[in-house]
Structure formats: C-alpha cells, structure tokens
C-alpha cells in the first residue's frame, strides 16, 4: 500500500482557498495593471501587458483543473504556489500603485509575470519528482 505523505486534512484548506486567491489575484493583478497604463495610448501594449500578467494564472489554474490524478503532495505544492502567486503579485503591484516607478514604469509587469512562471514550472514539477521518488521508496519489493 502507497502511503502518502502529505495528510488530506492538513491541506484541505489550502485546497479550498488557492482557487479563490488565484481568481483573486488575477482580477487584482488586471486591475493594478489597467491602473498603471491608464496614461498610455496604446491599446496593443495594454491588452499584450493583460495576457502576460494574467498567463501565470491562468496556468495555475489549468494545471489545477488537470490535477485531479496527481499526488497529494504534488497538488500540495500547486496549491501552495498558487497561494503564493496571488499573494505575491498582489503585494508587488500594489506598492508599484502606491509608488510607481519613474524609470522603467512597466518593470514590474514584466518581470513578476516572468518570475511567477519561473516558480510555478520549478516548484510544481520538482514536488512530482519528489513524490514519485518516495512512493518508489514505499513500495515494498
């Protein structure tokens, strides 16, 4: 029998609100960034900026909506980077609302976006790498 190390008990809550802070934190991060173009011209800019800032969620949720049949330690960690994605995003976008950058003011809207991505294709599959690694362990030869 696999035993899996992460109890379901312990992460129910986790599992409860990352989907809600996901959809939370890309209405968030959409409306912090509408707020920062709001002088700017271009509309091609302003909707290829919205793609980018709402990739990483929109990702984050697919791979929640396809997650059904991973480990729990492997959801575990999705839901822990979602968790951390829009909380994250949100703290970086707001203190750029509240003091915006002069130089480079599209900075943050570039690299969180890119960071965000960076977490959530290191994390999730090295989570899977480590719970395929015990459950190889567990089994009884």
Do not use: E, K
Not at 25 to 31: C, D, I, K, P, T
Not at 49 to 72: D, E, G, H, Q, Y
Not at 117 to 125: G, Q
């Amino acid at each position: 029998m696999q035993i899996d190390h992460v109890a379901t008990r312990d992460v129910r809550w986790l599992r409860a609100v990352a989907p809600i802070a996901t959809v939370a934190g890309a209405g968030g991060s959409l409306a912090l960034m509408l707020y920062a173009g709001r002088h700017n011209a271009s509309r091609f800019l302003l909707v290829i900026f919205t793609i980018w800032v709402l990739a990483p969620f929109m990702a984050a949720a697919l791979a929640n909506a396809t997650s059904t049949r991973w480990s729990s330690t492997t959801r575990a960690a999705l839901h822990a980077v979602m968790l951390v994605l829009a909380l994250g995003s949100l703290v970086v976008y707001a203190h750029d609302a509240v003091r915006p950058r002069v130089a480079q003011a599209a900075f943050v809207y570039v690299m969180v976006p890119l960071a965000s991505w960076i977490i959530l294709v290191t994390v999730v599959p090295l989570a899977a790498l480590v719970s395929r690694r015990r459950s190889h362990h567990d089994t009884p030869a």
